[in-house]
């Protein structure tokens, strides 16, 4: 019995509860265990949960024995976080030999502990229980506790998820996804799925991955004839004749008003003949090769009876909606097969792509700038311990860059005084690998001058030339340019390529002629602008740029889970 008073000992059980309430440590809704966030990630640190149990599991990115043996450290990490858990492990407990190896996976009970003072950890767990232990061979392990180079983890994709760095860029890169679907579903954007076969070329470049059966049907033909050769034409005929002969006698029967059940019969006879005909003349057709018509593939063969494609842009496809629904975006990956080893490039990458009816080009600047400032934003907000590991590894700036971004208005010039200003430069002894002239596609090193140098700020081109931009885009009065608009960023150059598309029926029908492109594959596009055609105009941004920029990474292929160049495309 205690002696204090029934309110005070209210008050005392009331003051545990809420004490007990505050530490509580949160477990994963689906998993048996606590995400080390959950603990690390705690404005205290994780030291209000002193004396708390939790069950944790991760993979080992250090250990080591200390004491004689007696006990060992481990670094826990489980991907929620880029801080690790310290982790006291006595011998008693389990083998310490096999806990320590990095990369070893483990579960693992106990309390979570204050630190001795003095110690960088403000937690750390002592455990009483090793649930699991996913092995791992150290003269085997590929990636061994020293510093790995991003290019040497390129070889080993499988496991690279594992290193500080691929994680964080995985956080940032879902960080990312889920800011981009925020922002536009806020925005009042509906979400619309574009197809990744495609029968048109958004670009009108050509550099485009086909898609076809048309040579393993042409393998399993040749595989096919050869275990089984096609028939003679002697027995073609055979089975010609043999038709013949049992249809007349189907008719004889009938002449003679023969029984049912031996017409029935001879009637069965004749269908089988029929049918083994039409077997035999499907055989006999089978050539070896790829099926060929006036001395070109022919594709009525393929597939889907027709050239397709791996898209290059869902922007068209994405079009027939917002000439129907209003606001609408696309985030998908797309593709190109284009021969190019730079680090700015991929044959598979991502692209977020709205479409937005009853806007024109200025509308089309203001929702760019938007949300990338909101990206930017997203990014501070919640994903700060990542950038922090990126500024301290990578480039010291980023966090820098990211709030300068989310705060400055985006400069906006022409592209003829985007022009000028190059050719002002270059007056003053700036030099350029690529001439500046009007004309001209403004190449990485210009785009940065302006970016970096010039304004050291986003900046908005606009009003490009007509010949160097693509023939959906709207033409302006001059007929000399189009308007279209690039948003260029420190760091990476253009992010974001849009326009405001053309609306007008007899205007794109003769950019698309002008171009060279047949008319047939656009009728449907034309369609469009036959049937209620509306202003409209829309952009597309390049989510692996966006996490260059962000991260300060420089080449493109360690942004994105598994990169798909010329010559690699692993797992």
Same mark, same amino acid.
């Given at each position: 019995?205690s002696?204090q ?9 009331? =003051?545990s ?8 440590v ?5 998993s ?15 030291? @209000? ?24 450290? =481990?670094e ?6 880029p ?28 309390? =979570? ?7 960088k ?54 960080a990312?996804? !889920?800011?981009?679907h ?12 574009t ?8 670009e ?27 028939? +003679? ?19 004889q ?12 019969? +001879?009637?069965?006879e ?17 050539k ?10 022919? !594709? ?25 629904? +209003?606001?609408?975006?696309?985030? @998908? ?9 730079t680090s ?24 760019a700038e ?9 990014l ?20 820098d ?5 989310? +705060? ?5 010039i ?12 270059v007056?003053?002894?700036?030099q ?12 990485s090193?210009?785009?940065? !001058? ?10 908005i ?12 885009m709207?033409?302006?009065?001059d ?36 171009m060279?492109l047949p ?11 036959? !049937? ?40």
């Amino acid at each position: 019995m205690s002696d204090q008073p029934p309110v005070a000992q209210l008050a005392a059980a009331t =003051l545990s509860d809420a004490a007990a309430a505050v530490a509580v440590v949160p477990k994963h809704e689906f998993s048996d265990r606590v995400p080390i966030r959950s603990i690390l990630g705690r404005p205290d640190g994780g030291s @209000g949960l002193a004396g708390q149990r939790a069950r944790v599991g991760g993979w080992v990115k250090t250990g080591r024995k200390q004491g004689s043996g007696s006990f060992a450290f =481990l670094e826990v990490n489980d991907g929620s976080c880029p801080m690790n858990l310290q982790v006291i492990v006595d011998s008693a407990v389990a083998d310490l030999g096999l806990l320590v190896p990095t990369g070893t996976c483990v579960a693992l009970e106990g309390v =979570l502990k204050a630190p001795p003072e003095g110690t960088k950890q403000k937690i750390e767990l002592r455990v009483e229980e090793v649930v699991h232990v996913g092995p791992v061979d150290p003269a085997k392990y590929p990636l061994p506790k020293t510093k790995l180079t991003l290019e040497f983890l390129r070889d080993v994709v499988h496991l690279r998820p594992k290193t500080n760095t691929i994680s964080a860029v995985a956080r940032i890169r879902n960080a990312l996804a !889920y800011a981009t679907h925020t922002f536009f579903q806020k925005h009042g954007f509906l979400y619309v799925h574009t197809p990744i076969i495609t029968t048109s070329d958004c670009e009108g470049a050509g550099e485009m991955f086909q898609v076809t059966t048309l040579i393993s049907e042409a393998d399993k033909a040749e595989k096919e004839l050869i275990k089984n050769p096609p028939p +003679s034409e002697a027995e073609i005929e055979a089975a010609k004749l043999l038709v013949k002969e049992k249809g007349e006698a189907v008719a004889q029967l009938k002449s003679a008003k023969a029984s049912k059940a031996d017409i029935t019969a +001879s009637v069965a006879e004749l269908t089988k003949a029929k049918e083994k005909l039409s077997k035999l003349e499907e055989r006999f057709k089978l050539k070896p090769g790829i099926p060929q018509k006036d001395g070109k593939i022919d !594709y009525d063969h393929d597939f889907f009876a027709r050239q397709a494609f791996l898209t290059v842009s869902g922007q068209l496809q994405v079009e027939t909606y917002a000439c129907a629904i +209003s606001s609408v975006y696309t985030f @998908g990956p797309t593709f190109r097969a284009e021969q190019s080893h730079t680090s700015r490039h991929l044959a598979e990458f991502w692209m977020v792509e709205p479409e937005i009816a009853f806007a024109d080009l200025k509308d089309d600047m203001n929702c760019a700038e938007a949300y990338v400032r909101f990206l930017c934003s997203w990014l501070l907000d919640n994903c700060l311990d990542d950038m922090e590991f990126m500024a301290k590894n990578f480039d010291k700036t980023c966090i820098d860059r990211l709030r300068m971004v989310a +705060s400055t208005p985006f400069e906006r010039i022409s592209y003829t005084e985007a022009v000028e200003i190059l050719v002002d430069s270059v007056k003053g002894g700036k030099q350029f690998e690529n001439k500046v002239e009007w004309g001209i596609d403004l190449a990485s090193e210009h785009e940065r !001058y302006l970016t970096e140098v010039k304004f050291q700020k986003p900046v908005i081109v606009y009003n490009y030339p007509k010949g160097i931009k693509a023939f959906y885009m709207r033409l302006n009065d001059d007929s000399k340019t189009v308007a279209a608009m690039d948003v260029l960023v420190p760091k990476v150059g253009e992010l974001i390529g849009g326009s405001q598309r053309e609306e007008r029926y007899d205007v794109i029908r003769d950019r698309i002629l002008e171009m060279g492109l047949p008319l047939d594959p656009y009728e449907w596009y034309l369609d469009l602008r036959r !049937y209620g055609t509306v202003k409209h105009c829309g952009f597309g941004l390049g989510f692996e740029r966006m996490i260059l920029f962000a991260t300060g990474i420089d080449n493109i292929r360690d942004v994105i889970p598994f990169p798909r160049y010329p010559g690699r495309a692993d797992l």
